[in-house]
């Protein structure tokens, strides 16, 4: 599918990547770059790439595809590093679960004829580091491209081919759109879990022991969702942060009615609001996306 693809930043998503790559044989050679001398040296002994270096520029030399897959706070600092090794011609994506943050970060390093088309697979777990990785980690799943009014729609096409290969759905969208509605589905979510844990560390030590002794699979999930790389989130809240706070005041609105519906007594109210979000529960798991 192409001559050489260059992946920047081999976490859970990148080595995941690189994975499907290989197997699937997506590029003659693909070239893994990353910062971190000690991720570098797994992904070696992984396997996961024909080189692999911690020069950024040498990194994406003669590459066809580039995919950033860094944390979003650091997508300015890797695309300026990769920046001078970048060809004319180039496609650079990336996995970043803010869009318009990203676009922002970008956009003064592109130079022209090349095309740009920012991309969010809708996958991951809590773990983290190039041995999480795997190549069924898209399978069924949605990857969602936010291309720029000016991007040729060929190379639209074709970073679809490649996210297909690896196994995801495609749906286009506009980058403040889908701002709007990860930080619904996923950014508020991550949001109250990290709360909720965090309520759980603040208790006395001998109730502390028992909520962790006798977690029931509502704490336990949040648990999980909580166990999240911590770089990662704290850079997705500070850079959807318009959309993240408006959802936020609903998301607060809707809990004081619920409050008020349990200091008041008010069953009918608590019944119908669970009733109604029990049947958006029954649409993920009709989807596939349980």
Not at 14 to 33: D, F, H, M, Y
Not at 48 to 63: C, F, I, N, Q, S
Not at 165 to 174: D, L
Request: glycine share 8%; with cysteine.
């Amino acid at each position: 599918m192409f001559d050489r693809i260059a992946i920047i930043g081999m976490g859970l998503i990148g080595s995941s990547i690189a994975r499907n790559v290989r197997e699937k044989g997506l590029a003659k050679t693909l070239v893994a770059g990353d910062l971190s001398e000690d991720v570098c040296h797994a992904v070696v002994e992984l396997d996961l790439a024909d080189y692999v270096t911690r020069d950024l520029a040498r990194a994406v030399e003669g590459a066809d595809l580039v995919i950033l897959a860094v944390p979003v706070g650091a997508m300015a600092a890797a695309m300026r590093g990769i920046a001078p090794g970048l060809k004319d011609n180039v496609i650079i994506s990336d996995t970043g679960s803010v869009k318009m943050a990203v676009i922002e970060a970008v956009r003064p390093y592109l130079r022209a004829g090349m095309e740009f088309i920012p991309a969010h697979p809708i996958a991951g777990t809590e773990f983290s580091g190039p041995e999480s990785g795997f190549a069924k980690l898209f399978q069924g799943r949605w990857c969602i491209l936010t291309p720029m009014p000016e991007t040729e729609i060929r190379a639209v096409e074709k970073l679809t081919q490649f996210w297909e290969a690896c196994g995801s759905m495609i749906e286009i969208m506009e980058p403040a759109h889908h701002d709007l509605v990860l930080g619904i589905t996923s950014h508020l979510p991550h949001l109250i879990a990290y709360t909720i844990v965090g309520t759980a560390t603040e208790l006395e030590e001998d109730t502390k022991s028992e909520v962790i002794k006798f977690s029931a699979s509502g704490f336990r999930d949040f648990t999980r969702i909580a166990a999240s790389d911590p770089v990662m989130w704290r850079d997705v809240f500070l850079n959807n942060k318009v959309a993240v706070l408006e959802i936020l005041q609903r998301f607060t609105e809707d809990l004081t009615a619920l409050q008020k519906a349990i200091r008041q007594g008010d069953g009918d109210y608590l019944y119908q609001t669970f009733d109604k979000t029990r049947a958006i529960r029954k649409a993920i798991v009709d989807q596939g996306q349980a």
